[in-house]
């Protein structure tokens, strides 16, 4: 009986150390190449913003993680600035900066990474690694606000072509033979999408963009405590009829302080020993489990 109890702890303990692995293997490879993005301004010619632009924000500009970090809360605010024409200010129902007709769009867009996502089947009682499929240049995190009058019902087509929203998000096969088979893409591509929804990190639905007055805007996100870490971009464009009039750029930074930055900074730099200190520490659990069953008879 003994025996039995030793075996079934060291089965147990390797058991541990290799699921241990694979999971820092997968934690690694969701964020050790990953390329924050850098601030950047497009949209239209010089002319055309001067004609009409937008003026934003974004509180707070650095966010720290440490070990009782509970998630938080970025706030966008600004204002579209009224078309001026001939020298007076115009302020009709159709102009831009009308709540009820202005064509706004917010995204927060996370560090972009190559992500991993297994399909894992039970072989013996374990869930192994069955299939996999890689996916290169995935952001981290993702949210996005729109005003009323880009509700994505009737401007699904419109959003996906300005690459807004889920819809506008350009997941992409890390091998271009992946994405030849259409049904197997679509199937690790809707896993990502779940695993990233059920984790905070993707939307199920665009916020509501919040107007209050003269133009002024307002957009929060929420988010969660499993953030990574790296530099966030956030986006504001401003259409009328379908044509893009101003975009801006902001970026807001997340980092990890104290203990956990250490931790990240090993797990990163060291992927191999880390890996085989979470196994070490698994076959060890083991051990002991099978040494305190023993010792208790």
Not at 249 to 261: D, H, N, Y
Request: charged share 15%.
């Amino acid at each position: 009986m003994r025996n039995m109890l030793l075996t079934l702890s060291l089965y147990l303990g390797i058991y541990l150390g290799v699921t241990l692995a694979i999971c820092v293997v997968d934690v690694v490879s969701l964020s050790a190449m990953a390329a924050p993005s850098s601030p950047h301004q497009t949209g239209p010619q010089a002319g055309q913003q001067a004609e009409q632009a937008i003026i934003f924000d974004v509180a707070p500009k650095n966010i720290n993680i440490s070990a009782d970090f509970e998630g938080a809360v970025v706030t966008v605010f600004g204002t579209i600035l009224p078309q001026k024409g001939e020298g007076k200010t115009t302020h009709g129902p159709d102009t831009p900066n009308n709540p009820y007709t202005a064509q706004l769009a917010i995204s927060v867009r996370g560090p972009q990474s190559r992500v991993i996502i297994r399909e894992r089947s039970s072989v013996a009682g374990m869930w192994l690694p069955h299939d996999w499929m890689a996916f290169k240049d995935i952001p981290l995190y993702y949210d996005y606000a729109l005003s009323s009058a880009l509700q994505p019902q009737a401007n699904a087509e419109f959003l996906r072509q300005n690459h807004i929203g889920l819809n506008g998000l350009e997941l992409g096969a890390d091998d271009a033979d992946d994405a030849e088979d259409a049904i197997r893409f679509h199937k690790f591509e809707n896993s990502l999408m779940r695993l990233a929804q059920k984790g905070g990190m993707f939307p199920y639905g665009g916020r509501e963009i919040s107007f209050l007055g003269n133009g002024l805007f307002r957009a929060d996100f929420t988010l969660p405590n499993t953030i990574p870490s790296g530099d966030y971009q956030v986006r504001v464009s401003l259409f009328q009829d379908r044509s893009l009039m101003a975009e801006r750029s902001e970026i807001f930074a997340v980092r990890q302080t104290g203990f956990l930055a250490a931790i990240n900074e090993a797990a990163h730099r060291h992927v191999m020993l880390y890996a085989a200190a979470g196994f070490a520490i698994a076959v060890l659990m083991g051990l002991l489990s099978a040494y305190l069953s023993r010792h208790r008879r």
